[in-house]
């Protein structure tokens, strides 16, 4: 059975979840005659299939490859991308679609949103973090050494292909960073998510764990795109877990730094009295059932805290957190000090 969540906006755009969803990509290119397909080389196999379903509707493809995970969500790799459709001559009536992981489709809504000012992108999300998080929102952009997606662009695909059959091939460490968003969702919004996985429901509901995220993603930025307002409590844990990718020189998966910072973020809620006990310890019991990590290193600190300086929710030299004032209930926490901070980094550190 294949779901369609609908996200609002200036043009809404569907997020289909199900199994072999295919047949679905060409009615989402619109009048595109070339259309651009990025992908790593692990989803060369999916490419392929996304390549002659697109080449079946009477489409040219143009295939990228680019660098896997992190390794590709650089300017040099986009701005290759950008060649590569310059010699092709597209134009903006033709269509980038990403293959991959959020890495990819990052870079891919990317490219899409700079080249001409913005060509349509539809997502094929191939990890359970880009099908519940990264391929929905329009949120895309790369790394830089100063910080994690610090260069980027506010470019909402056409349209979104979750086939949770992809999901087969995923590493297993892949498919338990991606929960990490998913107990996000669950602690933000839908605390139902977070009883499925006490139930230890991980596996047998992921269709159920799918549609719930990606429900709760489809809700905030169809109501705010831009984050001006609501969209930050999206970014519940990635203050810190940013600041952790970064000090792991993009090394780390996303979804595991975000874990730690879920656990600091819980914890500075707590401190600040806006977080009951019981639930600010929720979070590391069912991150850890996850064996997700909850823990990072202490020498660290002093290099996580320069980091966290540019974070995009930071106002000036104030820093700016998401907090959780109860269970579903994500406000923000504004200059907390460092020794505040300090003090909250003690329950992580080892
Ligand atoms: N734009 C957003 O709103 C948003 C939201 C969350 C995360 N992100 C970004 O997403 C990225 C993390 O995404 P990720 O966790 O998917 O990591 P990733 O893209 O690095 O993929 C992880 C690994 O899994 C492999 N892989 C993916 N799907 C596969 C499949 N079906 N079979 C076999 N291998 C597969 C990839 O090739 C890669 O090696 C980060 O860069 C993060 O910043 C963006
Ligand atoms: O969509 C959003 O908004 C999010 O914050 C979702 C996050 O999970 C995601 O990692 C996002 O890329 C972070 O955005 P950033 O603006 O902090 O780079
Ligand atoms: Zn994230």
Redesign the pocket.
């Known amino acids: 059975m294949t779901t369609t969540i609908e996200v609002a906006g200036d043009r809404p755009y569907p997020v289909l979840v199900g199994h072999d969803l295919l047949p679905e990509l060409p009615p989402l290119l619109g009048k595109a005659s070339q259309v651009a397909v990025l992908f790593?080389s692990?989803?060369k196999a999916?490419a392929e299939k996304a390549i002659s379903t697109i080449e079946g509707s009477g489409r040219t493809v143009l295939p990228i490859e680019v660098p896997?995970?992190?390794a590709g969500?650089t300017i040099t790799v986009a701005e290759q991308a950008w060649e590569a459709l310059g010699r092709a001559k597209f134009t903006r009536t033709d269509a980038v679609v990403g293959v991959?992981?959020?890495?990819?489709t990052?870079l891919a809504g990317f490219v899409a949103a700079c080249w001409l000012r913005g060509v349509a992108v539809v997502q094929v999300p191939?990890?359970l973090?880009?099908m519940v998080?990264?391929a929905v929102?329009g949120?895309?952009g790369v790394n830089t050494a100063a910080g994690?997606?610090l260069v980027g662009a506010f470019h909402p695909p056409a349209g979104v292909l979750c086939d949770l059959a992809?999901?087969d091939?995923?590493?297993r460490a892949?498919l338990t960073?991606?929960m990490a968003?998913v107990v996000k969702c669950g602690f933000i919004a839908d605390p139902v998510i977070l009883d499925l996985i006490e139930a230890g429901k991980r596996d047998t509901a992921i269709a159920e764990l799918v549609e719930r995220a990606v429900r709760v993603k489809a809700e905030v930025v169809g109501a705010d795109l831009r984050e001006s307002g609501v969209r930050e409590f999206l970014n519940y844990g990635h203050t810190l877990g940013h600041a952790i990718e970064r000090f792991e020189g993009y090394r780390w998966?996303?979804?595991d730094a975000v874990s730690v910072g879920l656990v600091f973020a819980a914890e500075l809620g707590r401190r600040t009295g806006r977080l009951d006990a019981d639930t600010a310890a929720r979070h590391r019991t069912v991150l850890e059932s996850l064996g997700l990590p909850v823990r990072y290193r202490r020498d660290a600190w002093p290099e996580l805290l320069d980091a966290m300086r540019v974070d995009k929710k930071a106002r000036g030299a104030r820093l700016r957190f998401v907090v959780l004032d109860g269970l579903a209930r994500p406000s923000v926490v504004e200059g907390p000090s460092d020794d505040e901070l300090l003090a909250v980094y003690g329950s992580v550190a080892e």
């Open positions: 790593a692990p989803l999916h896997d995970a992190e969500k991959g992981g959020g890495a990819v990052d191939t990890s973090l880009g998080d990264a929102g949120k895309t994690k997606n992809m999901l091939t995923l590493p892949d960073a991606g968003e998966r996303h979804g």
